[in-house]
């Protein structure tokens, strides 16, 4: 018999038998399927797929997104999903920035001046709304209670005709390591302007942080670069699938990480 456990926030149901999955209801459109695993003695005996099938149902018709392995998204194939792009690890402590590591520009190519704020109550919507820009999704009661929890640090970029053009928030995961939350910006002078804010802050410099980066957006590596990481030794890969089509008009060039969502559950 699967047991049901509801946890708060996410609407988190973990199924423990000799395997256990995770399935994330993150907005009316989305849902994360993860933690997907199979004790050794248990496998080829038809448990995990029982096990795949109940969780993808409790997504209730929404679009599942997973992220495999890049040695096992044949196992996610055969069962409908589909490739949508891939990560790779980078990893490090971060370092406080220098003046000298900046590229040194302070305003986008256009000529828009931007500030660089806080997330607070008064902004929270206008972020929400850039946030579904970038993502095709309305993901706000998931964000209010990410970005405006007191244990998150969380800022935007707002340009001076109010308009929200990045956003970067971090949380302390314990007292050696940090977690990153979704880091967008419209161009790479923004993001590291954002990069730069946040690791500027004493409670996160010297602490571990590894995320993956999506490998389609090739300045992302140069931009943590200048805050101490380098990519894994590894060469471990992530590969994100769904099992519904894609967006194609996600604006790749904008997004330099995406959330980590284990880490932003309270």
Known sequence: MFANYVLPFFEFKIYFFPAHVLLMNLTDAVAFFGGFVTKDIYRRMGIGYHLFNKAISLSRGRK?????????????EKRGFVKEFNFYKVSGILRSWTESSSCGHQKPPWGTSYMIRPVKEDNIADVCMYDKSISGNNREPFLRKVLLNPNTIAYCAVSDRGD?????????VDLNRTSIFSF???DYNIAEVLLRTVV???VVVGSALSLYIPEINPECMKLFQLCGLERDQSGQKVVRMSNKDFSENIPWQKVYSVCCVGYFNV
């Open 64 to 76: 599942v997104v997973l992220e495999s392995t890049w040695q096992m998204p044949q196992k996610y």
């Open 184 to 186: 967008y910006a419209s």
């Open 200 to 202: 500027s802050n004493p």
């Open 164 to 172: 929200v053009l990045g956003l970067l928030a971090v949380r302390k």
